[in-house]
C-alpha cells in the first residue's frame, strides 16, 4: 500500500501543482489510514469497502479527534480512492455515501491595533538579528504574506523603489503585493545593516531573510521567533504567523477596503474563503458596540 501512496503524492506534486505543505499534510493522513488498513482490518487497497472506512473514522471520534479533522481525512481518502480508480488499481469508490461532518466555522484570530503596534516594537532593532525581525514583522502584517511565502522571499523578490512585494503561493500561482512605508523602510534597514553581517562566507544564497547560520530562515524558526517576541510584548493570546495574515486582513476590511482587493492580496482562489472577514469585522463592531452603547 505503501507504493500506492507514494504513487499518489507524485501524483499531487507534478499534476496538481500542489505545495509541499499540503502534500505533507496529505502524507500525514494516509499514513494513519494504511497503517490502520493494513493492520487493524487487514485489507488489500482494491478490498477496501465502505464498512472498513467507517470503522477507521469512528477510532477518529474515539481518539478525540474534532469533525474539522475527520472532514480532512475523509476529504484526503476520497482523493486517494479516485486516483486509484484511475489508476485502475481499484474498480469501485468505498467512499461513496460517506458524510463529511458538519463544524461551525470558527472566527480567525486576531491583533487588535494595540497588540498588533506592541508587536512590531518588540524585536531589539540593535542588531541584526533584531533588524531581520522587525523587516519581517512588518512585511508580514504589510503584505499579508503566509509563513512559507515569508520565508520563501529571495532579495529580488522586493522592489524597494516601486513598493512591492512578488512571492510564489499555492499552486505556484504568483502574486504582487504592495507593500506600506513602513515594511519597506525596515526591510532596506536590514538590506543594509543587518542582512550582510549574517551572510555566510561559505554560502552564496539568495534568500532574504537568513538565520543566524547564513542560511535561509526556516517557517519552524519562524514561528520561535513569533512566540518570543510575543511574550516581550506581552501579548496574552495564542500567536500564530497565520494571525498576523488574519489580523492584516481585517484590519483592511474594518478600514473601508475592498473584498476582492483583499482577496488578491491574499491569493485567496473563492472569495467565500476572504468573506469569513467580513464576519470577524461584524462581531468586533458588536463587541465596541456593547461595551460603548448605553443602551447595549
Given at each position: 500500500m505503501k507504493d500506492y501512496v507514494k504513487d499518489f503524492l507524485h501524483f499531487l506534486l507534478v499534476e496538481k501543482g500542489l505545495s509541499d505543505n499540503t502534500i505533507s499534510a496529505y502524507r500525514r493522513d494516509l499514513i494513519h489510514y494504511t497503517d490502520y488498513m493494513e493492520k487493524v482490518e487487514q485489507v488489500a487497497p482494491e478490498l477496501i469497502q465502505r464498512i472498513h472506512i467507517l470503522h477507521f473514522l469512528e477510532q477518529l471520534k474515539e481518539q478525540g479527534k474534532s469533525p474539522k479533522t475527520i472532514a480532512r481525512h475523509i476529504s484526503t481518502i476520497r482523493s486517494f480512492h479516485h486516483f486509484l480508480i484511475q489508476d485502475r488499481i481499484c474498480t469501485h469508490d468505498p467512499t461513496n455515501h460517506i458524510e463529511t461532518p458538519k463544524s461551525g466555522r470558527t472566527l480567525p484570530k486576531v491583533l487588535?491595533?494595540?497588540?498588533?503596534?506592541?508587536?512590531?516594537?518588540?524585536?531589539?532593532?540593535?542588531?541584526?538579528?533584531?533588524?531581520?525581525?522587525?523587516?519581517?514583522?512588518?512585511?508580514?502584517?504589510?503584505?499579508?504574506?503566509r509563513v512559507s511565502e515569508l520565508t520563501s522571499l529571495n532579495k529580488e523578490d522586493v522592489h524597494l523603489t516601486m513598493g512591492f512585494v512578488r512571492c510564489t503561493g499555492k499552486g505556484d500561482k504568483e502574486r504582487i503585493i504592495p507593500a506600506g512605508r513602513h515594511a519597506l523602510e525596515a526591510i532596506e534597514h536590514y538590506l543594509q545593516t543587518g542582512r550582510p553581517k549574517l551572510v555566510s562566507k561559505k554560502r552564496n544564497d539568495h534568500a532574504l531573510f537568513l538565520n543566524h547560520y547564513g542560511q535561509r530562515l526556516t517557517r519552524q524558526g519562524f514561528w520561535k521567533i513569533i512566540k518570543a517576541l510575543a511574550k516581550k510584548a506581552t501579548i496574552e493570546k495564542e500567536l500564530t504567523p497565520h494571525t498576523i495574515r488574519h489580523s492584516f486582513a481585517t484590519h483592511l476590511l474594518e478600514n473601508g477596503a475592498d473584498l476582492r482587493a483583499v482577496q488578491?492580496?491574499?491569493?485567496?482562489?473563492?472569495?467565500?474563503?476572504?468573506?469569513?472577514?467580513?464576519?470577524?469585522?461584524?462581531?468586533?463592531?458588536?463587541?465596541?458596540?456593547?461595551?460603548?452603547?448605553?443602551?447595549?
Amino acid at each position: 500500500m505503501k507504493d500506492y501512496v507514494k504513487d499518489f503524492l507524485h501524483f499531487l506534486l507534478v499534476e496538481k501543482g500542489l505545495s509541499d505543505n499540503t502534500i505533507s499534510a496529505y502524507r500525514r493522513d494516509l499514513i494513519h489510514y494504511t497503517d490502520y488498513m493494513e493492520k487493524v482490518e487487514q485489507v488489500a487497497p482494491e478490498l477496501i469497502q465502505r464498512i472498513h472506512i467507517l470503522h477507521f473514522l469512528e477510532q477518529l471520534k474515539e481518539q478525540g479527534k474534532s469533525p474539522k479533522t475527520i472532514a480532512r481525512h475523509i476529504s484526503t481518502i476520497r482523493s486517494f480512492h479516485h486516483f486509484l480508480i484511475q489508476d485502475r488499481i481499484c474498480t469501485h469508490d468505498p467512499t461513496n455515501h460517506i458524510e463529511t461532518p458538519k463544524s461551525g466555522r470558527t472566527l480567525p484570530k486576531v491583533l487588535n491595533m494595540e497588540e498588533t503596534e506592541a508587536l512590531l516594537a518588540a524585536p531589539d532593532v540593535s542588531n541584526p538579528l533584531g533588524l531581520r525581525d522587525k523587516a519581517m514583522l512588518e512585511l508580514m502584517y504589510a503584505s499579508g504574506l503566509r509563513v512559507s511565502e515569508l520565508t520563501s522571499l529571495n532579495k529580488e523578490d522586493v522592489h524597494l523603489t516601486m513598493g512591492f512585494v512578488r512571492c510564489t503561493g499555492k499552486g505556484d500561482k504568483e502574486r504582487i503585493i504592495p507593500a506600506g512605508r513602513h515594511a519597506l523602510e525596515a526591510i532596506e534597514h536590514y538590506l543594509q545593516t543587518g542582512r550582510p553581517k549574517l551572510v555566510s562566507k561559505k554560502r552564496n544564497d539568495h534568500a532574504l531573510f537568513l538565520n543566524h547560520y547564513g542560511q535561509r530562515l526556516t517557517r519552524q524558526g519562524f514561528w520561535k521567533i513569533i512566540k518570543a517576541l510575543a511574550k516581550k510584548a506581552t501579548i496574552e493570546k495564542e500567536l500564530t504567523p497565520h494571525t498576523i495574515r488574519h489580523s492584516f486582513a481585517t484590519h483592511l476590511l474594518e478600514n473601508g477596503a475592498d473584498l476582492r482587493a483583499v482577496q488578491e492580496m491574499l491569493g485567496h482562489a473563492d472569495i467565500s474563503t476572504t468573506q469569513i472577514y467580513t464576519h470577524v469585522t461584524k462581531t468586533r463592531l458588536k463587541d465596541v458596540y456593547s461595551q460603548f452603547h448605553p443602551r447595549a
